[in-house]
């Protein structure tokens, strides 16, 4: 490519002052596009200290996440709704509202995150502030006050999730993704299997102890346990590399450098910092954004068995604690799977078919539980519904790939994709109708069809990708001749690198996004 390709065009003007900067070569640009011997070295290093403290947090407080919301359905064993006084569709409903509080705060939420910067804080905050709301509820006494609780629960459980989604795309590049997003999921399968040992476990040991029932104690001791981690986070949780005091110099470049050159513009907002409602009209105005929603509430409502499934374990025909103490084989079993199948999607850089083989063996898992009344089978279908959880890391990993720059736009989008997703959790409750017990077939029917919406999910978005990936094949064609925006997308770039536009165009290539 010539220089000239750029001269007619007053927007790559170079500034006085920005002599030395321009002055950087056609080669050094493609160096640059790659991280030196050292640099790589010094990668390996930053991956370590990055794995060794931010993966243990993060997954520990997902895994009180998911405790903390899931334990609604081990207190149903323990006499929650006996003692509230709750019909079947009440406790749905207080099972539903969660999630109403929890879409309404995911977009506002990740958008002051990016905003405010502070990641360790904020997330911190809420962590305490949902510990403390689970704990409160033990003393709830009546409907409305479970309803109260279930709500505010969701509110100030919202900023977490889609916010770490967004923060570990700050640490970790597309080829990093799957796996580490498969460990973090891992916290809530973790929660599935321990959460309900601990629920067994206050059951027999705890149970009208100080004049309270087993239920109310697994929301004070699971809720306090929250908070104190909660203040763990503000303290030590790292906000972002160029902030991370033990981070070297050299590890922050690197940090910040292996981001931008994946991507092939900076991890920055244009000037600093874009505006957070320009980063969320971008993620608003991209297809793939509601895609990969439909494809998440697929999962999601397919998923919602676990909010049921002491319940449908019961139907076994064990008591309480047997029914809990059942629940864990099937998640422990999907940990260590999910963590194989997502290290699998990153090792071969595939997203799509890794989405889509769990559908079928989900679908065959709901089939044999609703036609099957013998305890082997049905036992052992509960093993084939859990690869639905196989499915989170790829999606996770694939919405930062798919919607990879700027951060103000990956924010917003996966705010909006979770909220999406998380809406299939108010409806899907109430297709859990207690007189098709054992079978549950309606809910079920449910899961196959969203099952079967969310692979036609995956095939658009493998299409469309594929698509993309052809353009990007003709803008690295030097002919090619640059739009306004696309030139001021490479200023960004250009500024932040220290090159000139022509040379921040060669950062460009290389570039794909993984089907």
């Given amino acids: 490519m010539n220089s000239t390709d750029f001269a007619f065009r007053p927007e790559t003007v170079v500034p006085a002052g920005a002599v030395d900067k321009a002055s950087v070569s056609h080669e050094e640009a493609i160096y640059r596009a790659s ?4 640099e790589k070295v010094i990668e390996r290093k930053l991956r370590v200290r990055i794995d060794s403290l931010i993966m243990p947090l993060v997954v520990l407080v997902y895994l009180l996440n998911y405790i903390d919301r899931n334990n609604y359905a081990a207190a149903k064993l323990q006499g929650l709704t006996e003692e509230l006084h709750l019909t079947d569709t009440q406790y749905q409903t207080g099972l539903s509202i969660l999630f109403v509080a929890y879409i309404l705060m995911q977009v506002p939420s990740n958008l002051l ?46 900023p977490f999730f889609a916010g770490v989604l967004f923060y570990l795309s700050k640490w970790y590049t597309k080829n990093e993704l799957a796996f580490r997003m498969s460990i973090f999921y891992s916290g809530s399968l973790l929660s599935g299997a321990f959460g309900n040992l601990i629920a067994a476990g206050i059951l027999s040991g705890l149970k009208g102890k100080r004049g309270m029932s087993a239920w109310q104690w697994l929301y004070i001791i699971e809720g306090s346990v929250t908070v104190c981690v909660g203040l763990v986070i503000i303290c030590i949780l790292p906000d972002f ?19 931008a050159i994946e991507a092939a513009e900076a991890d920055v907002d244009e000037q600093g910092g874009m505006s957070q409602l320009k980063g969320l009209k971008l993620a608003m105005t991209d297809i793939k954004t509601y895609v990969l929603a439909l494809g998440y509430m697929c ?13 449908l374990v019961k139907t076994l025909g064990y008591n309480d604690t047997i029914s809990l103490l059942l629940v864990a084989p ?20 595939v997203r799509f078919w890794f989405f889509v083989y769990p559908i079928v063996i989900t679908i065959v898992g709901f089939v044999i539980f609703m036609t099957v009344g013998s305890f082997g089978p049905r036992y052992f279908s509960m093993f084939l519904m859990v690869f639905v959880f196989a499915q989170n890391g790829t999606l996770y990993s694939w919405i930062a790939n798919a919607i990879p720059r700027p951060p103000a736009k990956r924010a917003a989008a996966y705010a909006f994709i979770n909220s999406i997703g998380n809406s299939a959790s108010i409806w899907t409750p109430y297709t859990y ?16 069809g969203l099952q079967t919406l969310g692979g036609l999910c995956g095939l658009f978005m493998y299409l469309n990708l594929r698509m993309l990936n052809k353009r990007q094949e003709r803008l690295e064609n030097e002919d090619h001749q640059l ?11 250009a500024d932040f690198e220290g090159i000139d536009l022509a040379s921040a165009r060669q950062l460009q290539k290389g570039f794909r996004y993984i089907l």
């Fill in 35 to 38: 991280l030196t011997e050292e």
């Fill in 113 to 158: 995150l990016n905003y405010m910067g502070r990641p360790s804080f904020y997330l911190g905050f809420f962590v305490c502030a949902w510990g403390l709301v689970s704990a409160l509820t033990s003393q709830v006494k009546s409907y409305g006050g479970i309803v109260a609780c279930r709500f505010l629960l969701g509110l100030v459980e919202a």
């Fill in 241 to 259: 590399p160029e902030t991370w005091k033990l981070l070297t110099p050299e590890m922050r470049r690197v940090a910040e450098r292996r981001l």
């Fill in 299 to 311: 999962i999601t409502g397919a998923a919602g068995f676990q909010n049921f499934f002491p319940t």
């Fill in 330 to 349: 099937p998640y422990i079993f999907m940990v260590f799977y999910s963590l194989t199948h997502s290290w699998l999607s990153d090792k071969m850089e």
């Fill in 433 to 448: 109708i207690a007189t098709e017990a054992p079978y549950y077939r309606t809910a079920l029917g449910v899961c196959i």
């Fill in 483 to 493: 739009t306004d925006k696309e030139l001021r997308r490479l200023q960004v770039t």
